[in-house]
């Protein structure tokens, strides 16, 4: 079964816009750690943030923004006035205990910025 | 600090073959991990290695292997290559074996069997 499911596999946007990336996760593990990566056309996976799950303090970080809810299992990433250099594919991932804190990820985002 | 390092950065091979991909972590980094990234089945972990030892393993079958060695660079093998084992091949370092830190990723290796 998909333990992070990003629902949204495509977006397309036009510069400025503001856009949200969802993620919703399935675990059972109490202590657990979650993560966003961004993968552009390079193929290298560049980290973005990492959360555990005892810390739902929301986190901005320029024009980026993380809203994570263990009520809804959710985890969103918000890119506020979206550029063209954002263009890429965002993976949200989870890590718990019972498999080893190996990163399992969600099928990806692909986020299209236009000028 | 240099990132992530992987060689051969692209690599075609014919069904049954093996291969053998490589892995530099970052430095002073013990742990590196193992994934296979494809249009289908996304991005799959296959295995963590710290201190030579392998820590965790991903459902992948026995064609898939791999070592470390004292310096913490890693090697990845794949025999009998099939043609679903193209796929982009990333390799992950971090500072412990642990939860707490994240992965740093390399530029992957691209594999494609013919």
């Known amino acids: 079964a998909q333990k992070v499911t990003q629902a949204q596999t495509e977006i397309s946007v036009v510069e400025k816009e503001d856009v949200t990336l969802d993620c919703v996760y399935e675990?059972?593990?109490?202590?657990?750690?979650l993560f966003w990566y961004k993968q552009p056309p390079s193929g290298e996976l560049v980290f973005l943030i990492r959360?555990?799950?005892?810390?739902?303090q929301n986190e901005i970080s320029g024009r980026y923004s993380w809203n994570f809810q263990k009520s809804t299992s959710s985890f969103n990433f918000t890119i506020t006035a979206s550029q063209v250099v954002d263009s890429a594919v965002y993976f949200c991932?989870?890590?718990?205990?019972?498999?080893?804190?190996?990163?399992?990820f969600g099928k990806g985002t692909s986020l299209l910025v236009t000028p | 600090k240099a990132g992530v390092t992987q060689t051969p950065r692209y690599l075609i091979k014919t069904r049954g073959q093996q291969v053998t991909l490589s892995c530099s972590p970052i430095?002073?980094?013990?742990?590196v991990s193992w994934y296979q990234q494809t249009p289908g089945q996304g991005l799959q972990f296959l295995f963590e290695?710290?201190?030579?030892?392998?820590?965790n393993k991903g459902n992948f079958p026995g064609r898939f292997s791999g070592r470390q060695f004292s310096n913490s660079r890693s090697e990845m093998n794949v025999s009998t290559l099939e043609l679903g084992d193209s796929a982009l091949y990333l390799c992950?370092?971090?500072?412990?074996?642990?939860?707490?830190?994240?992965?740093?990723f390399g530029p992957g290796t691209r594999l494609t069997v013919l």
């Open positions: 290695y710290f201190s030579e030892t392998q820590r």
């Open positions: 959360r555990n799950s005892f810390d739902e």
């Open positions: 991932a989870l890590s718990e205990a019972n498999s080893g804190y190996a990163l399992n």
């Open positions: 992950a370092s971090k500072s412990t074996s642990g939860s707490f830190h994240e992965q740093f």
């Open positions: 430095s002073g980094h013990r742990s």
């Open positions: 675990t059972r593990d109490t202590t657990y750690y």
